[in-house]
């Protein structure tokens, strides 16, 4: 379960207690990382990392100690601090002769199926040159209101391990693991090393609060183990402060909490099921029955369309189920209830008869 010889490629997510200190940035652990990532890359390993610290940077720039609230300010701070956290990153790296690559995303860009597959791509390439890319939220022009923030770097650096089909995530925070209640509260919690299934109890066990410029907890961290998990890669949780941190996890050395992996589904599923919907189809009892027997989902059993979409956007269907729809929220909402028969005439010549085809329905109980 600790034996990580197979590994090849590894996201290192980097949490903002980790990489920063009350007086700025932690450039001990900045060198300690650089080295470490070296020895991989020597090793034919692949690195990608997802970094915080972006608005803890911009805020110790302006003077701010207390924590960043609000919207306007958070993406103040992040235009300031993101490009003195990347010097200090490229500064280290070159060190060792090694290439960063800055890679800015939204979560918009994961969820649409074209731009999924070109960050797809350019990761692969960055990778094969053998540089070490380094990615971050752009939080200078994410929005929660718009639905383009992905909340936390915690979700958004397993959402990258599956995108790429990285074997391992190692989350590096404050929190050093898992515990079966919260250590701050109970002098008796006992760190739990192996997690092989997300449970209720695991659930219950896992906390709330980030650090003051965080916004990742225990929580956000258990989302990220069931995404990692999904794509067939583990995910170490292991406190940043520990020296040699990456090394020693690697070493198979008994260090944090291991969440174990399933079997890793198609990436298509897993581009279905990460995806933030872009609205809901309702659909009436018997539409439901047929797509849980692997139908079709036709235009005659919908009974309401909540949103504005494109064609061959993820929507929900009624809460219970992500399809890429074939229709768009209006052209949905003109043939609602009608035969399948009745499309052409409705909408011209030329359009399917379907909404979405059993291989683009993926049910969310399964």
């Known amino acids: 379960m600790r034996d990580f010889s197979d590994v090849k490629r590894i996201v290192i997510k980097i949490g903002t207690s980790t990489i920063s200190t009350a007086r700025g940035l932690n450039t001990e652990f900045m060198r300690q990382l650089a080295s470490q990532i070296h020895k991989l890359l020597q090793d034919d390993k692949q690195v990608v990392i997802v970094t915080s610290g ?10 701010m100690n207390e924590r960043v609230t609000g919207i306007r ?8 601090g993101q490009p003195l956290l990347m010097q ?3 500064k280290v790296f070159l060190k060792h002769k090694i290439i960063t690559a800055q890679v800015l995303l939204t979560a918009d860009v994961l969820s649409n199926r074209k731009t999924y597959l070109n960050l797809r791509n350019a990761l692969e390439s960055l990778l094969e040159l053998g540089t070490v890319p380094i990615l971050n939220e752009n ?40 515990y079966d209640k919260d250590p701050r509260q109970f002098r008796d919690a006992e760190p739990i090393p192996i997690v092989a299934e997300i449970t209720g109890k695991i659930e219950k066990a896992a906390g709330s609060h980030g650090s003051t410029h965080a916004r990742g907890g225990m929580k956000t961290k258990i989302q990220a183990a069931r995404i990692t998990s999904q794509a067939g890669c583990r995910m170490i949780l ?9 090394t020693e996890i690697l070493q198979g050395k008994d260090i944090g909490t291991v969440f174990l992996s399933k079997r890793r589904l198609g990436q298509r599923v897993r581009w279905i099921i990460n995806s933030t919907p872009a609205g809901t189809i309702r659909i009436d009892h018997g539409a439901l029955r047929a797509i849980r027997n692997n139908k079709s989902l036709l235009p005659s059993g919908i009974q309401k369309v909540e949103g504005e979409f494109k064609r061959d956007a993820v929507v929900m269907i009624n809460d219970v189920a992500k399809a890429v729809a074939a229709f768009s929220s209006a ?5 609602a209830g009608k035969h399948s028969g009745e499309i052409e005439k409705i909408l011209g010549a030329g359009r399917g008869k379907v909404v979405a085809i059993p291989e683009n329905i993926i049910f969310l109980d399964d």
Request: charged share 25%; with cysteine.
């Open 88 to 90: 200090e990153y490229r």
């Open 139 to 178: 939080d200078s022009v994410s929005t929660e209101e718009i639905g383009s923030a992905f909340g936390d770097n915690d979700r958004l650096s397993a959402f990258v391990a599956s995108k790429i089909d990285a074997d391992a995530l190692i989350m590096l925070s404050d929190i050093d693991a898992l």
């Open 238 to 246: 292991a406190s940043g402060n520990h020296k040699n941190v990456i």
């Open 331 to 335: 052209e949905l909402r003109l043939v």
């Open 54 to 63: 972006a608005i803890g940077m911009g805020a110790a720039q302006l003077g």
């Open 73 to 80: 300010m958070r993406q103040a701070c992040a235009a300031i």
